[in-house]
């Protein structure tokens, strides 16, 4: 069973910085594609923003370009997101996520991930 185990969240004036991590999957970890999707208050679907595959091809939506990083140590079997420039509109549920390939960000198919961290909050504030 893959588990994966968000933390870093947390509450942030607009311009500042947070960094997210998530614990992957203990097994063959470094076969997944890793990521982060987000749920903004009163939003049904979960939004992929940022997406590292196995052999460090990098995808972000234009909504974070530019601002958040992502990277991966898969020595420590875990995935970042380096967040910067934090904006109102990036309050959110932040979930890791982990999949095969990288489809589900590329398609923006939410349904498609094969798991799921727990969530960690960020709330942005003016």
């Keep these: 069973q893959v588990q994966l185990a968000e933390s870093g969240g947390g509450s942030v004036q607009a311009g500042g910085s947070l960094r997210l991590a998530c614990a992957g999957p203990g097994y063959n970890y470094s076969a997944y594609c890793m990521g982060w999707f987000r749920q903004a208050p009163g939003k049904e679907e979960r939004e992929g923003i940022a997406a ?57 198919d939410a349904l498609s991930v094969d798991y799921w961290g727990q969530g960690t909050q960020v709330t942005v504030s003016s």
Excluded: H, Q
């Design 52 to 108: 590292i595959d196995t052999e460090g091809y990098i995808s972000y939506a234009d909504s974070v370009k530019g601002r958040f990083t992502i990277s991966r140590d898969n020595a420590k079997l875990t995935v970042y997101l380096e967040m910067n420039s934090l904006k109102l509109e990036d309050t959110a549920v932040y979930y890791c996520a982990a999949d095969p390939g990288c489809g589900p960000w590329l398609k923006e």
